[in-house]
């Protein structure tokens, strides 16, 4: 087990796994942690689409402060968990078209859009604060 370089934290990245994003909720209550698709931005920042009033949304807004953990779950193994800052922005259509690209197959991309992409979408942005990364291969 050793800890990841850039490089390789950039290439698990790159490949259309699916992360888990875990916010806080109100007090009382465990953090909620959901599967989501994500995006790299050109500057290799992890964004997320859904929906302006989604609960996940909601939680991001009020609290600010996210994770994200990716994980490769096949030999051999590895994960990149990203805490971090969130920056909302309404969707931009070709931010969620490159997103979308990473898991459908591109004949479908336009339908999927055309059937899922809407106004009150938003993207959200993390800016990290910490990394960890860990390979197992090691």
């Known amino acids: 087990m050793t800890s990841m370089t850039t490089e390789q934290i950039s290439t698990l990245l790159a490949d259309p796994h699916v992360c888990v994003l875990a916010v806080a909720q109100s007090e009382n209550r465990p953090p909620l942690a959901l ?13 997320l689409w859904t929906a302006k009033g989604s609960l996940k949304a909601r ?6 402060l996210l994770t994200v ?6 030999e051999p ?11 909302e922005q309404p969707a931009d259509r070709s931010r969620v078209r490159a997103l979308v690209a990473r898991y459908v197959p591109e004949d479908l991309v336009d339908d999927y859009l ?15 604060t910490i990394v960890r990364a860990v390979d197992f291969s090691e």
Do not use: H, K, M
């Open 35 to 47: 599967p989501l698709w994500y995006g790299i931005d050109p500057q290799g920042q992890v964004y």
């Open 77 to 87: 193994y590895a994960y990149v968990s990203i805490e971090g800052t969130a920056d």
């Open 114 to 128: 055309e059937e899922n992409f809407s106004a009150d979408g938003v993207i959200i942005t993390i800016s990290p």
């Open 69 to 74: 953990t990716v994980q490769r779950d096949t």
């Open 59 to 64: 939680r991001i807004r009020d609290c600010g």
